[in-house]
């Protein structure tokens, strides 16, 4: 709820509601610094805080949602963010799986789970503002691209952040990730292992550090097992069916003689298999198949696909967990990364 349009009765006055950063002026401290003491954040000296508060009393800051987080209450509400359209939300089983851990974890530290979708500039900035309303104790985000600022900005705000995945291998927000370098070294390794020779790659989008990251997996299992680096079998991919089926066409096209494919995630993995079948290339026999997620999508394929498995549902629970004890004031290691795992079945 904006304070816009609202007023208090300051020094006998009926003025509009002071806004957040009024009260930073008169404290001298940053907008973010008045919003990490409203949310009670430990991140904040005695000094700092007896100055907002004094700004509070002296322009009469109205004793609502902010004055109510002062005195230490919380909404028991946590906003899951996924920067994504409905169509990649219901068709990716990665998302339901995180969902259903954050869901669990939540449940039984008695939290209300509130799951946003942020699809546009406009939307992220309605968003900020809801946020910057008190209505929520925490965030999390997953599926973040490297430039957005939404992270950074819930970070001003002073509310408590955590992340599935990151934007860098230096990110400061907390985050939970797996080991995306270890899933694209492990598949080649395996690849490699069957006898393969001519190892393609679909990646996902290259402004995600999880594309980036099985990118570089891919690369340094080659290197790893003496094959030399060709552009020719990388293709860009955007984690969908569609995107893996175009990938893989345009891999074919370019190099025929291909005999492999890594592909970085279960559901491009499956519009890949289609692009192949439609080339006539039997699988595995002409082309080995392995992708990431190990999913239901990965169990159901026929063949079924050989997969390398990160345990989704568990991230999602530490990551719930982590912000938990942030709220607590009580934060945890701000950095959780998983190991993964190679699932073989029958398309390689």
């Known amino acids: 709820m904006s304070d816009e349009g609202s007023t208090a009765t300051v020094n006998g006055r009926q003025n509009s509601r002071p806004t957040l950063e009024q009260v930073a002026a008169r404290a001298g401290v940053g907008r973010g610094t008045v919003s990490r003491v409203i949310n009670g954040s430990p991140r904040v000296s005695e000094q700092t805080r007896a ?3 004094r700004a509070v009393a002296e322009l009469g800051y109205v004793p609502n ?3 109510r987080a ?3 209450s919380r909404t028991d509400a946590v906003a899951l963010v996924i920067p994504e359209a409905e169509a990649r939300l219901f068709a990716e089983p990665y998302f339901l799986d995180l969902i259903r851990g954050v869901s669990a974890e939540l449940a039984e530290a008695d939290k209300q789970l509130l799951l946003t979708l942020v699809r546009s500039e406009q939307e992220r900035q309605r968003f900020e503002q809801y946020l910057a309303a008190q209505r929520v104790d925490g965030v999390l985000l997953a599926s973040v691209h490297g ?5 950074d900005r819930i970070r001003e705000l002073g509310i408590p952040v955590v992340m599935n995945g990151r934007r860098s291998e230096a990110e400061p927000v907390p985050y939970v990730d797996s080991d995306n370098i270890g ?3 492990a598949a080649v390794a395996h690849l490699v292992g069957r006898g393969r020779r001519r190892i393609a790659t679909v990646t996902g989008p290259l402004d995600m550090y999880v594309a980036r990251a099985r990118l570089g997996g891919y690369r340094a299992g080659l290197a790893e097992a003496g094959h030399a680096p060709d552009e020719g079998l990388v293709a860009p991919g955007d984690f969908t069916e569609a995107g893996g089926r175009a990938a893989m066409r345009e891999l074919l096209a370019r190099r025929p003689d291909l005999d492999a494919v890594f592909v970085a995630s279960d559901v491009m993995a499956a519009g890949a298999r289609g692009a192949l079948r439609e080339a006539g290339r039997r699988i595995p026999e002409d082309v080995a198949l392995v992708g990431v997620d190990d999913s239901p999508v990965a169990r159901l394929m026929d063949p079924p696909l050989t997969s390398v498995r990160q345990p989704t549902e568990r991230m999602g629970r530490t990551m719930a967990r982590m912000l938990l004890h942030a709220v607590a004031g009580s934060p945890e290691d701000p950095r959780r990364v998983f190991p993964t795992e ?3 079945r029958g398309s390689c």
């Open 65 to 67: 949602q902010a004055a």
């Open 147 to 151: 430039d957005d600022p939404l992270p």
């Open 70 to 72: 002062l005195a230490g």
């Open 342 to 344: 190679l699932v073989v």
């Open 183 to 185: 899933a694209g070294r």
């Open 51 to 53: 100055a907002v508060a």
